[in-house]
């Protein structure tokens, strides 16, 4: 599975947009990118994933370039409850593809 | 639906001794994983079963954890003995089979903190 970069840390304004990068320029065509994110003391939650098209979901949306080498993560209005690490993981989306966790983003949503 | 659950939510053991985590995935999903967790860092996969057979253990250090899901429900990890580095959380994840739908996301369990004395 492809690796990914993601910046170390991020803040945010509390009611603006966050918005996470992640770089994947190694990814293969049959590679979903998936999000998770981690909030203290919890195990990792699901966000959202895609292919190649933009995604939406009631928790985020993920876009992805066109050449599939990096994708944005995009928290449209952060409260504080957003606080937490967001990884960013490329997989195939079968039983063997494994799924590699990076050390993440850690986002920091501010009053 | 019932989220994974993993017992104990905390275990502190002297080097040396053994120590046991238990997992209970949510009902139907075939895929089950344990995952090692440092501080600081992400999750490392250890094992991965599909139903009660293992699909990759490569990370898995045999000399030492062990990992059994028997009849394809429940999954125990062991380590035996501890060492001062196993100190860490370890999460258990379950996922549905891939021809059931196409979302692969993991649902996670909250973990077992273990530290090592």
């Known amino acids: 599975d492809a690796k990914t970069t993601q910046p170390t840390s991020m803040d945010c304004a509390e009611g603006r947009a966050a918005n996470l990068p992640c770089n994947h320029s190694?990814?293969?065509?049959?590679?979903?990118v998936y999000w998770y994110r981690q909030i203290h003391s919890q195990g990792p939650q699901y966000i959202i994933h895609?292919?190649?098209n933009n995604e939406t979901n009631e928790m985020a949306s993920l876009i992805i370039t066109e050449d599939r080498k990096s994708s944005t993560l995009i928290l449209p209005h952060a409260t504080l409850r957003d606080t937490a690490v967001y990884y960013c993981?490329?997989?195939?989306?079968?039983?063997?593809?494994?799924?590699?966790f990076g050390d993440g983003t850690t986002l920091t949503v501010k009053p | 639906e019932a989220g994974v659950a993993q017992s104990p939510r905390y275990k502190i053991i002297e080097k040396r001794q053994s120590v046991a985590f238990w997992c209970n995935p949510i009902?139907?999903?075939?895929?089950l994983y344990w995952y090692q967790q440092i501080l600081g860092q992400g999750p490392k996969l250890l094992i991965q079963?599909?139903?009660?057979?293992?699909?990759?253990d490569s990370q898995l250090p045999k000399d030492r954890f062990s990992a059994e899901r028997l009849k394809g429900v429940d999954s125990t990890l062991k380590i035996q003995p501890a060492k001062l580095e196993d100190s860490a959380v370890y999460l258990c994840?379950?996922?549905?089979?891939?021809?059931?739908?196409?979302?692969?996301?993991?649902?996670f369990g909250s973990g077992t903190r273990l530290t090592v004395v």
């Open positions: 994840a379950s996922s549905l089979l891939p021809r059931r739908q196409l979302n692969y996301g993991y649902t």
């Open positions: 190694t990814i293969s065509g049959n590679e979903y």
């Open positions: 895609g292919l190649k």
């Open positions: 993981i490329v997989r195939v989306n079968t039983n063997a593809g494994k799924s590699t």
């Open positions: 009902s139907g999903h075939a895929t």
């Open positions: 079963f599909q139903n009660n057979g293992v699909v990759d």
